[in-house]
C-alpha cells in the first residue's frame, strides 16, 4: 500500500473525490485492525472524531475550509484534550480527564483538523523505546519485536503503520526525532519557545518542545504551521513574526553547506547506519549542497548534562501527583502524612508508589538528590554550566555551515527488551539528539534508507535558531530526489 501524505487527502478533500466521514471511518478501520498488534494508541475517540468529521465537511460544502480541515491526525497522549482522557502512559492518570485542551490541540482543532485519538509513549515521556508505558510496549511496524523508539513511539508507529497520516510528539531530548528515525517517518523539534507548552504535560520544562510527525517534510510543515505561534499561557512562549514553515520548501540546495561533526561519525555509531547516513550525503551533494566537518567538542558531557538537568526538572514537575492535586490515590492508606505512620502507609507516598512506574521513580530519586542541599553546586549547577558549554559548540558550528547533519540513533531500532535492565545503555543511545534540546536549537528526522536488517534510518538535520524553514526545506528536496519515505513496512 502506498502512503498517504496530508497533502494528498487534503487534494483529495479540495477535489470533492472523497470527504472527511469517509477519510475518518478509513483510518478509525486502520487502527481497529493493527492496533492489537502494534499498541500504537491508548485512546481512540470514534465518536468525537466522526462529529468532527461532519462538521469539517459541512465547512468544505460551505466553503469555508481551512488548510487542515477535515484531515485525520493523532495526539500523543502527553497533550491535554478537553473531554478525552489523558495518560501520559502512565496509571497515575489512568482516568485523567482534562478539563481543556492543550494550545497545540486547540490550533490543530481550530484549523480543522479532526483528532482520531492519542498515542502511546513512555510514561511522562521519559523513555526511549516505548517500553515504559502502563499501557505495554509499542512494537516497530517494520518488526514487531522491535522497539518503535521512545518517548513518542505510538505516534511514529501509527504513522508508519498507516493507521494515522500524521501525528503530535513532544521531544525533550529526542523524542520526535529518534522514534521518528527508528520507525522510517519524518519529524521536527522546533526551536525551544516556538510551540506553546500550554496543557502538554511537563517533563523538563526547560528542554520539552512539541512538534509533527507525518510522511513527509512537507506535511511536517502544514501541521507546525498551525502548531506554533505565540501563546502568553507559556512564560516561554517567544514573541515574534510568524514563520510559514512551508515557504521556502521548493529553495535548490545549491550552496548549502552541511557541517558534519566529527564526533557524530565516530566510535559507537554502526556501519550500516554510518553507510545509509552517507550515502544520504551523497544525495544532498547531488542537489547540489557541499560539506564541511566541523567540531562539536562538548558532545560527550551531553548526556551526563541532559540526565541531570531532565531529572532535577521532573522531580519538580512531577511532585504535582499526589493522588489529591492529580492522580491515582491508594485505595488503602493510613494517615495523610505522619511521621509516626510507616512511611509506606501515608497516602502520598503510597499513591505515588502505586502510581508511578520504575523508571519515573529512578529519575524523580536522581533529580531530588541532585536538587539537594549539599550536591545542588557538584551537580545541578555543574550541569548547567556544560550545558551553556554545548551550546556554545553548537554556536561556533553553525558559523562554518548552514546546517549540520548526522545520525539521529546510533544504531536502528533495536529488540524490545534488550536494554530494558540497563538505564545506563539506554541513555547513551540518546548521545546524537540531547545536545540539540540542552541548546534549544530546531532539527528534524528525514528517512535516510535502512539498516543491514531492513530497519529504518533516519537523518539527523540540526538548524540554527529559527531555522525549521531552511531544515524543511533540506528536507523536503532530499525527498524529492529519494523514495526512502514512501517505503512501507510490508504488512
Ligand atoms: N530518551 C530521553 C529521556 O528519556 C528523551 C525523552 C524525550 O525526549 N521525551 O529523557
Known amino acids: 500500500m502506498s502512503i498517504q501524505t496530508l497533502k494528498s487527502l487534503a487534494d483529495a478533500l479540495a477535489q470533492k473525490k472523497t470527504s472527511s466521514r469517509e477519510l475518518v471511518t478509513d483510518y478509525l478501520g486502520r487502527i481497529e485492525a493493527q492496533n492489537a498488534a502494534i499498541n500504537a494508541f491508548i485512546t481512540v475517540d470514534r465518536d468525537?472524531?466522526?462529529?468532527?468529521?461532519?462538521?469539517?465537511?459541512?465547512?468544505?460544502?460551505?466553503?469555508?475550509?481551512?488548510?487542515?480541515?477535515?484531515?485525520?491526525?493523532?495526539?500523543?497522549?502527553?497533550?491535554?484534550?478537553?473531554?478525552?482522557?489523558?495518560?501520559?502512559?502512565?496509571?497515575?492518570l489512568a482516568n485523567f480527564v482534562s478539563p481543556y485542551d492543550a494550545h497545540v490541540v486547540s490550533q490543530l482543532k481550530a484549523a480543522g483538523a479532526v483528532s482520531l485519538g492519542k498515542t502511546n509513549c513512555d510514561e511522562f515521556a521519559m523513555g526511549s523505546t516505548n517500553e515504559n508505558s502502563a499501557y505495554g510496549a509499542v512494537k516497530n511496524p517494520w518488526n514487531l519485536s522491535r522497539v518503535p523508539g521512545g518517548s513518542?513511539?505510538?505516534?511514529?508507529?501509527?504513522?508508519?503503520?498507516?493507521?494515522?497520516?500524521?501525528?503530535?510528539?513532544?521531544?525533550?531530548?529526542?523524542?520526535?526525532?529518534?522514534?521518528?528515525?527508528?520507525?522510517?517517518?519524518?519529524?521536527?523539534?522546533?526551536?525551544?519557545?516556538?510551540?506553546?507548552?500550554?496543557?502538554?504535560?511537563?517533563?523538563?520544562?526547560?528542554?520539552?518542545?512539541?512538534?509533527?510527525?507525518?510522511?513527509?517534510?512537507?506535511?511536517?510543515?502544514?501541521?507546525?504551521?498551525?502548531m506554533a505561534g505565540f501563546d502568553s499561557r507559556d512564560s516561554t512562549s517567544l514573541e515574534r513574526a510568524r514563520d510559514d514553515y512551508s515557504a521556502q520548501l521548493n529553495q535548490p540546495l545549491s550552496g548549502l553547506r552541511i557541517g558534519l561533526p566529527k564526533e557524530y561519525f565516530g566510535d559507537g555509531l554502526a556501519a550500516d547506519v554510518r553507510a545509509a547516513i552517507e550515502n544520504a550525503l551523497a544525495e544532498l551533494r547531488k542537489l547540489g549542497a557541499s560539506t564541511v566537518e566541523v567540531s562539536l567538542p562538548n558532545t560527550h558531557l551531553a548526556i551526563p548534562a541532559y540526565y541531570v538537568i531532565a531529572p532535577a526538572e521532573a522531580s519538580s514537575n512531577l511532585s504535582r501527583f499526589d493522588g489529591v492535586r492529580y492522580g491515582h490515590r491508594a485505595a488503602e492508606y493510613r494517615e495523610l502524612i505522619d511521621a509516626k505512620t510507616p512511611a509506606l502507609d501515608a497516602m502520598y507516598l503510597r499513591?505515588?508508589?502505586?502510581?508511578?512506574?520504575?523508571?519515573?521513580?529512578?529519575?524523580?530519586?536522581?533529580?531530588?538528590?541532585?536538587?539537594?542541599?549539599?550536591?545542588?553546586?557538584?551537580?545541578?549547577?555543574?550541569?548547567?554550566?556544560?550545558?551553556?558549554?554545548?551550546?556554545?559548540?553548537?554556536?561556533?558550528?553553525?558559523?562554518?555551515?548552514?546546517?549540520?547533519?548526522?545520525?539521529?540513533?546510533?544504531?536502528?531500532?533495536?529488540?524490545?527488551?534488550?536494554?530494558?535492565?540497563?538505564?545506563?545503555?539506554?541513555?547513551?543511545?540518546?548521545?546524537?539528539?540531547?545536545?540539540?534540546?540542552?541548546?534549544?536549537?530546531?532539527?528534524?528526522?528525514?528517512?535516510?534508507?535502512?539498516?543491514?536488517?531492513?530497519?529504518?534510518?533516519?537523518?539527523?538535520?540540526?538548524?540554527?535558531?529559527?531555522?525549521?524553514?531552511?531544515?524543511?526545506?533540506?528536507?523536503?528536496?532530499?525527498?524529492?530526489?529519494?523514495?526512502?519515505?514512501?517505503?512501507?513496512?510490508?504488512?
Not at 162 to 169: E, H, L, R
Not at 173 to 180: C, D, E, M, N, T
Not at 374 to 402: N, P, V
Request: charged fraction near 15%.
Open 48 to 92: 468525537g472524531a466522526l462529529a468532527a468529521a461532519d462538521a469539517a465537511d459541512k465547512a468544505i460544502a460551505a466553503g469555508s475550509a481551512g488548510p487542515l480541515t477535515g484531515l485525520p491526525i493523532a495526539h500523543k497522549d502527553i497533550f491535554c484534550t478537553e473531554g478525552v482522557l489523558t495518560t501520559c502512559g502512565s496509571k497515575m
Open 351 to 491: 499513591s505515588r508508589a502505586e502510581g508511578f512506574g520504575a523508571e519515573v521513580k529512578r529519575r524523580i530519586l536522581v533529580g531530588t538528590y541532585v536538587l539537594s542541599h549539599g550536591y545542588y553546586d557538584a551537580y545541578y549547577i555543574k550541569a548547567q554550566q556544560l550545558r551553556r558549554l554545548i551550546a556554545e559548540d553548537f554556536k561556533q558550528a553553525l558559523t562554518q555551515c548552514d546546517v549540520i547533519a548526522g545520525p539521529v540513533a546510533p544504531t536502528a531500532a533495536w529488540g524490545i527488551g534488550q536494554m530494558a535492565d540497563d538505564p545506563v545503555q539506554m541513555y547513551l543511545a540518546d548521545i546524537y539528539t540531547i545536545a540539540v534540546n540542552l541548546a534549544g536549537l530546531p532539527a528534524l528526522s528525514t528517512p535516510a534508507g535502512f539498516s543491514g536488517d531492513n530497519m529504518p534510518v533516519g537523518l539527523q538535520l540540526i538548524g540554527n535558531y529559527f531555522g525549521e524553514a531552511r531544515l524543511l526545506n533540506v528536507a523536503h528536496q532530499l525527498q524529492q530526489a529519494t523514495d526512502w519515505h514512501l517505503r512501507r513496512p510490508d504488512r
Open 152 to 226: 513518542s513511539g505510538g505516534s511514529a508507529a501509527a504513522v508508519a503503520a498507516g493507521m494515522i497520516p500524521a501525528a503530535t510528539g513532544t521531544d525533550t531530548g529526542g523524542s520526535i526525532r529518534q522514534p521518528a528515525g527508528l520507525c522510517g517517518v519524518t519529524g521536527i523539534k522546533p526551536t525551544y519557545g516556538t510551540v506553546s507548552r500550554y496543557g502538554m504535560v511537563a517533563y523538563a520544562s526547560s528542554l520539552d518542545q512539541g512538534g509533527p510527525m507525518a510522511h513527509t517534510a512537507e506535511d511536517c510543515a502544514l501541521l507546525l504551521n498551525h
